[in-house]
């Protein structure tokens, strides 16, 4: 039960375009002791559908940048089996450290440059 | 000329959206949409949209990568697809009744919670 309320609600900041495992990940390790690539993995896998879903409300809504879309995309194929191949050779205490940086790095810049605005 | 910076600019972009997504199986959009408002000038609900679009190629390939790796855990993942799944179209209905300002207030508390919560 409770995993489904987290999922819900990782789910909703996903389909805003928001990392919605910025929530799910910390919470499925403290929930469930896995290890940070599973818990990784689990966001990875379970956001296809649900970026499915809210990628076609976002066509119908006319909200998507096509030219923009595949020109990121190209690239970021290429990133993504750099950075997947990475996370699968660290052990998971230091990915996780790592992770928790990224997070905290990553918020800190949110609120800073909201203040800019 | 100028087409080609702009467009090795938006191909970076992706590199470190989807090196950062593959490396920490989240993020991408974190890094995205920032990057389109600030350095592309793209609106954000634009931004946010856009981010999706280009997260869901992104994520099915570190997703292989994963299952190649052993790192995936089908049990656990469907069902937090069933949740999400609800969740996501939920948020994508109310993306256009937001402002950007409420986004944004959104996404850095959301941020600096889970931040902490991995810290400590």
């Known amino acids: 039960m409770l995993i489904f309320v987290v999922s819900i609600l990782s789910g909703i900041i996903s389909g805003m375009g928001i990392g919605g495992g910025t929530i799910l990940i910390p919470a499925l390790i403290i929930l469930f002791n896995i290890s940070q690539q599973i818990a990784q993995g689990v966001n990875l896998i379970s956001f296809i559908p649900t970026a499915a879903v809210a990628v076609i409300t976002h066509i119908r809504n006319k909200n998507i940048l096509l030219k923009l879309s595949v020109l990121l995309i190209c690239g970021g194929l290429f990133g993504a089996v750099l950075g997947s191949i990475l996370a699968s050779s660290i052990s998971s205490p230091v990915l996780r450290k790592l992770f928790g940086i990224f997070l905290f790095i990553m918020g800190i810049y949110e609120i800073i440059s909201k203040k800019k605005k | ?120």
């Open chain 2, 1 to 120: 000329m100028r087409k080609n910076a702009a467009a090795i600019k938006i191909i970076a972009i992706g590199v470190l959206a989807g090196f950062f997504n593959g490396l920490f199986g989240s993020g991408g959009g974190t890094i995205l949409v920032p990057a389109m408002v600030s350095l592309l000038g793209v609106d954000q609900q634009k931004a946010h949209a856009t981010a999706i679009s280009v997260i869901l190629p992104l994520s099915i390939v570190s997703s292989l990568i994963y299952f190649r790796n052993d790192f995936a855990d089908w049990n656990l993942s469907i069902n937090v697809i069933f949740g999400s799944t609800i969740g996501g179209y939920i948020g994508a209905k109310i993306l256009n009744r937001f402002s950007a300002n409420a986004l944004r207030k959104i996404f850095g508390i959301s941020m600096i919670i889970a931040a902490f919560r991995m810290v400590f």
